[in-house]
């Protein structure tokens, strides 16, 4: 699934007043981050995080790979910051992310 610009917005205005959980340093992003940032997707679905200067990666770098691994998407890449989406796969989960339709495909019609 990819996110239309418009969801994009959504999810950055969501994603504004949220602090980093995902940290990156020094070392690489390693099968703990990596599970870490899983959970966190899985329970809160958008998730911020940072690429300290300490890190060999750049925060794009950082995002593209941690999206890959997580199976979900790049939102935004602002400085050393990043934020990654996933739709929760919970059934039972009732506060998910209602994401903006896009209102080309009904035009198009």
Same mark, same amino acid.
């Given at each position: 699934?990819?996110?239309?610009?418009?969801?994009?917005? /959504?999810?950055?205005?969501?994603?504004?007043?949220?602090?980093?959980?995902?940290?990156?340093?020094?070392?690489?992003?390693?099968?703990?981050?990596?599970? /870490?940032?899983?959970?966190?997707?899985?329970?809160?679905?958008?998730?911020?995080?940072?690429?300290?200067?300490?890190?060999?990666?750049?925060?794009?770098?950082?995002?593209?790979?941690?999206? /890959?691994?997580?199976?979900?998407?790049?939102? /935004?890449?602002?400085?050393?910051?990043?934020?990654?989406?996933?739709?929760?796969?919970?059934k039972g989960?009732?506060?998910?992310?209602?994401?903006?339709?896009?209102?080309?495909?009904?035009?198009?019609?």
């Amino acid at each position: 699934m990819e996110l239309t610009s418009k969801q994009r917005a /959504q999810l950055r205005a969501m994603a504004n007043p949220l602090e980093p959980v995902v940290h990156i340093g020094k070392g690489d992003i390693g099968d703990n981050l990596i599970k /870490q940032a899983d959970d966190a997707l899985e329970s809160r679905e958008l998730i911020k995080g940072r690429v300290l200067e300490t890190s060999l990666l750049s925060a794009r770098e950082a995002a593209e790979v941690l999206a /890959q691994a997580t199976r979900s998407q790049v939102v /935004q890449v602002i400085g050393t910051k990043f934020v990654l989406f996933r739709p929760s796969h919970k059934k039972g989960k009732t506060d998910k992310i209602v994401l903006v339709k896009d209102g080309r495909s009904k035009q198009a019609k």
